[in-house]
Nanobody, 120 residues
Framework: QVQLVESGGGLVQAGGSLRLSCAAS????????MGWYRQAPGKQRDMVAG???????NYADSVKGRFTISRDNAKNTAYLQMNSLKFEDTGVYYC??????????????WGQGTQVTVSS
């Protein structure tokens, strides 16, 4: 099993920045992809960004150029730097991890989520 713990959420004004962190523990040796999903109020969970163990990344179109995902394999930690935040970025952000390379289906492991609220 793998446990994921997010931190760094909070309240920020539109145009501001936040940095989320996700610390993984447990059987992390076979994790390839880590990433972030978010769920806005009343909406489904959507992928935000993902990163593989060797640093390949992908992003949702809505966050390209504003968000940057990174990873420190030695610390088993992934980060999401969010700049130029918009009201529509508001939601619960979930850290995810999987043994596969950019899995097509649901990720194996999910964190408990951290709230990000952007005030307009």
């Amino acid at each position: 099993q793998v446990q994921l713990v997010e931190s760094g959420g909070g309240l920020v004004q539109a145009g501001g920045s936040l940095r989320l962190s996700c610390a993984a523990s447990g059987r992390t040796f076979n994790i390839d992809t880590m990433g972030w999903y978010r769920q806005a109020p009343g909406k489904q969970r959507d992928m935000v960004a993902g990163i593989t163990r060797i640093g390949e990344t992908n992003y949702a179109d809505s966050v390209k150029g504003r968000f940057t995902i990174s990873r420190d394999n030695a610390k088993n930690t992934a980060y999401l730097q969010m700049n130029s935040l918009k009201f529509e970025d508001t939601g619960v952000y979930y850290c995810v991890a999987d043994r596969a390379w950019f899995p097509k289906g649901d990720y194996d492991y999910w964190g408990q989520g951290t709230q990000v609220t952007v005030s307009s």
